[in-house]
């Protein structure tokens, strides 16, 4: 049984690990830690825990945490994370690392994107891009993986099975416009987040200076070796999960719809979490509510000769948590599905 | 390993049901049925159930459904269900019932609620209404158990523990104002739940005479042992899941927070499903979202002597589905837990 | 041309006081004032304003208000109206106050409900409580209101025509459950507020000591002649506007649906804001959203011998802003629901 | 005072028709007709109308429609409403049609784009598409306006202004995302629409083929002087009103958002609906909920070298009834405004 911690056990984030370990064969929250002043029950943050989870969460100690630990999700927020991890390693501790601090293969990038410096360069190069699907092969060994963000899951596997075509798409005119639900932003309250100005409202926001998009140009660049760039415009809709990711290229040639799924079933044709609709169907939010699909659909638009690719996740479980359960899995060599896909499936 | 079979398998109980048991260790999903003309997908349905549940929903056919199963989940609408009992008996299946069709102890009560003859009165008093808080002694022998109504398991579970203190309170001026998330009417499209009506809207329905009612206040009256008789106002909440039921019950003689918490203790201190909240906390339906817990809090109000209790569940799992399996699990010897709270809870 | 100022110009109410008076014939916004450090554009607190109203949001400055106004809205939160209302008053205009500093006939009450002493108990007498509907002939003289809360104004006009029925009705039991969007919490974000708290999520709050209870208790006992005590349990609902008053009182003798709406009739007939629906029918707040209109229907359960009474109302509109225009339009003299219902009304 | 009659009474453009027809100075409705058997009163189909409108919603009669109206609304589904306006007409009577099929300069177009033959082909050309910000000076001759679909207003105000810089920008490569309010699929129940299915979650529809391409298409190609196509792709939004469309354009050359506001800013710089935000600020559905505001906003992006212009308007009003009342004042010789912007404005 893997012992787990949570490292800012008070995020939603945190409360979608516990939410999903609860159901883990091979796991078991141990410990839970976050800025709090002295040990605080669970349910005050996450009142559907209640007698699921009885630990309190406790002030922050890296030594009793890496004594009751085998791995610790660290789940602080962005630029927070990255002091905590050369500690977290020397103590003996695996990490998986929901924040964005060990993302970007480029320490600059990220310096630029985040508007910090990094605390801890010299660890960077070590701990991989852990996007399962396209990167599975470099996470079996590390004993930190930085798990990817929300829109950049979303993203980056709808994409990822054009960037081999650049002969038949204009890869340089990919346009993102993504939907996401409000647990996205964090728990904070904001005035944006405030129920009635969210409500009955939809925006987009960061236009043209989002923080996933250079994260997502970073790994589709990695993947088709020349430097991707292209237009993200995040939306803000009036629902709690879910995130949607329409991607719009155009053609060079002639392309089916029929053509661009056989790519895409080339490219995922066994990946356990990722659904491929049939030629023309595109998802819903609804459809991977809680779950750890991706659901990704396309169609192939003659009239205006571009590809439109479509992809559905929810963004606290592949597009955090779910994922982050997946990494573990792959670290501690478990089959990589255990407990986010039930066992005894019809 | 139990083998269910699901006879209605398009509504959202059923949905609900296969949600759950992917996820429990000794129960699998064998068999799907509806009134379809052929085979269907059941992602057609339930696109979260994609890959998830590979069965296809099958034109009805108790023959096989009694092969290839143990039990079956009757999900089918009320007063259709008390159809096929006596087959489903005869051939050697075990029955959880959805409907509302065995749940009255009087035949005559249920067919003035429903309007409808009862076709199987002689089975009737064979299946006990299977409310495991209440009545748990009475479900491990029967072959088929009826499954409470949503409203009514919030409501029960409210006021049970009360209904042995005439002598502190007004038992014959309870009042029930409950609400409930759009998923209890049904998957129907209809006039009142089509999107721009039910949304930014909050109504009353089915005022003086929901069909809920009459099953609230036989099972108090069996718990009483007198007669009970109160009001009950059901209302359409914009949101997809959850029933609060906000119970307002006069006090004969001054009574404080702390004692009618007391009781509350003593009824329900070990039942796993039940979570007491500190005396003077009110529960959230988000706080029972997707579980199967039921959580009540109480407030007593000297001011205007009464005692206000509150439950919250999640109306498609404790009120529907997850208490169908909590039964199953009953009914199968199994601990009641299994599958709906996670194993490895901290 | 009335010219009109607003005096905590920030808030949900000063943006539906704009929203209202920019097609009032008779009255022209001229002032906006609130706690601001410098002038600010409207449309940064009401981007649906923008253009519509061109006017800043200036710091406060009583003497400008009373040069450029002959009326006053006291949009400032509860407790904070009182220190403004005399200097308010001396300087020659009108005040329509939408706080609660002054609506209450006994100075302790208040007191004791918002927990401050009253700055201007001397001008608490002179301040009458302005619900036009039943008190409309104490409100065209004096030159001070006081507009009623939302939850009250919805609650005392469902109520008020019963209090002369104590014969027919146990008018010492009567139980209130209301519900409210989130405008009716302020703009202020809360944790409570944040949206994916409330979304999916119905909750009580403040049970037994909600500050509008002592408020439709004066009330009611004013018009009903002796003191009125009362269960009022408000919930906090996932929509934007709108409040449901549901109320249930205990017959004393058998009376029918038809009978008690005869009461409501003979109480409300002619009132210009109040919509009696047709016996047996009720209300939902989509059918008073953004409208000054108050929504009333009715049933007579014979089987629990209660009278269930429901009242439907926007708690911004008529549960704040509305009802202050309308009893501005009373103040001077002008057709009461000018501005409020649409003169080419079909 | 001009009489109003709506023809196709039962729908939502009508009800929004109604709500902003109250309050219009110049305009009385007058007569209300749909598919209905006998007299129904308007407030079985608009609950907020209740004693606002007391017409009753009686068969459609042209003769009486013609006796008593000056003007009628066609709020009747597309393709239906073909059928009368040569009848129509003839009597004398003004038209302002909402439906789609009057709107293609192009008859063929239509008939693809609706798979229905026009069966008035021969008025189609003496029947201007009306949307007054462009096309302004075609419309105040005419005896029938053809008024603009939702998606089209939004989205072709958003793009026309770029329709001369197709040497700054790839006109070529213009991509639309819009998302739409449920209020955009109608009144008629639908799977689709059920409150449980749309409700936290979001998705695209019609990709590919959605019918106000072609719409948009025509109309920008008439600005344009030169044939567009474009990729649009819609989505449904778990809200009640609004849309909000987000376009995407390629650079040709090196831009600065302060530069492309000023092309807005000569195009549209007198419109008494469009708002143009500040350079780099975009708008929400919110800003223009009930309004017949066209708010738009932009950013430059020089990263991926794209232009981003966001429009939002409220899909009933300015999408739909709003506009139709516009274009009845621009018929009638009225200030444009009259009823949509509020006289006394600050």
């Given at each position: 049984?893997?012992?787990?911690?949570?490292?800012?056990?008070?995020?939603?984030?945190?409360?979608?690990?516990?939410?999903?370990?609860?159901?883990?064969?091979?796991?078991?929250?141990?410990?839970?830690?976050?800025?709090?002043?002295?040990?605080?029950?669970?349910?005050?943050?996450?009142?559907?825990?209640?007698?699921?989870?009885?630990?309190?969460?406790?002030?922050?100690?890296?030594?009793?945490?890496?004594?009751?630990?085998?791995?610790?999700?660290?789940?602080?927020?962005?630029?927070?994370?990255?002091?905590?991890?050369?500690?977290?390693?020397?103590?003996?501790?695996r990490v998986v690392d929901l924040s964005a601090d060990f993302r970007f293969d480029s320490v600059a990038l990220f310096e630029n994107t985040y508007g910090v410096t990094h605390q801890a360069p010299e660890l960077n190069a070590?701990?991989?891009?852990?996007?399962?699907?396209?990167?599975?092969?470099?996470?079996?060994?590390?004993?930190?993986?930085?798990?990817?963000?929300?829109?950049?899951?979303?993203?980056?596997?709808?994409?990822?099975?054009?960037?081999?075509?650049?002969?038949?798409?204009?890869?340089?005119?990919?346009?993102?416009?993504?939907?996401?639900?409000?647990?996205?932003?964090?728990?904070?309250?904001?005035?944006?987040?405030?129920?009635?100005?969210?409500?009955?409202?939809?925006?987009?926001?960061?236009?043209?200076?989002?923080?996933?998009?250079?994260?997502?140009?970073?790994?589709?660049?990695?993947?088709?070796?020349?430097?991707?760039?292209?237009?993200?415009?995040?939306?803000?809709?009036?629902?709690?999960?879910?995130?949607?990711?329409?991607?719009?290229?155009?053609?060079?040639?002639?392309?089916?719809?029929?053509?661009?799924?056989?790519?895409?079933?080339?490219?995922?044709?066994?990946?356990?979490?990722?659904?491929?609709?049939?030629?023309?169907?595109?998802?819903?939010?609804?459809?991977?509510?809680?779950?750890?699909?991706?659901?990704?659909?396309?169609?192939?638009?003659?009239?205006?000769?571009?590809?439109?690719?479509?992809?559905?996740?929810?963004?606290?479980?592949?597009?955090?948590?779910?994922?982050?359960?997946?990494?573990?899995?792959?670290?501690?060599?478990?089959?990589?599905?255990?407990?986010?896909?039930?066992?005894?499936?019809?």
């Open positions: 049984m893997i012992r787990v911690g949570i490292l800012g056990a008070k995020g939603y984030t945190a409360g979608e690990l516990m939410r999903l370990l609860a159901f883990h064969p091979e796991a078991r929250v141990e410990c839970l830690m976050a800025r709090v002043e002295a040990p605080e029950p669970v349910e005050q943050y996450f009142p559907f825990l209640r007698h699921q989870v009885r630990l309190k969460i406790e002030p922050i100690d890296l030594k009793a945490l890496a004594e009751r630990c085998d791995v610790v999700f660290l789940a602080l927020p962005h630029t927070a994370a990255q002091a905590y991890m050369k500690a977290l390693l020397d103590s003996g501790l070590k701990i991989p891009y852990a996007l399962p699907e396209l990167f599975r092969s470099e996470l079996n060994g590390p004993r930190a993986l930085a798990n990817p963000g929300c829109y950049t899951t979303a993203s980056i596997l709808a994409l990822a099975p054009l960037m081999r075509h650049g002969d038949d798409l204009e890869l340089d005119h990919i346009v993102i416009s993504a939907m996401s639900g409000v647990t996205g932003a964090g728990r904070k309250p904001t005035d944006n987040t405030h129920y009635p100005e969210c409500n009955e409202s939809i925006s987009a926001y960061g236009v043209g200076k989002h923080r996933h998009r250079p994260e997502i140009e970073e790994k589709l660049s990695k993947v088709a070796g020349w430097p991707v760039a292209l237009t993200f415009t995040p939306h803000l809709v009036p629902m709690n999960r879910g995130i949607l990711a329409t991607c719009t290229i155009p053609m060079r040639r002639p392309i089916t719809t029929a053509e661009a799924h056989g790519w895409y079933v080339e490219a995922y044709g066994d990946e356990p979490f990722i659904r491929l609709l049939a030629p023309g169907v595109t998802p819903t939010t609804a459809g991977t509510y809680m779950t750890n699909y991706v659901d990704i659909g396309m169609v192939a638009d003659a009239h205006s000769e571009t590809l439109i690719v479509i992809s559905s996740i929810d963004n606290l479980t592949k597009g955090a948590s779910g994922q982050a359960i997946q990494n573990m899995n792959i670290m501690f060599g478990l089959p990589e599905t255990l407990g986010l896909i039930g066992a005894s499936r019809a």
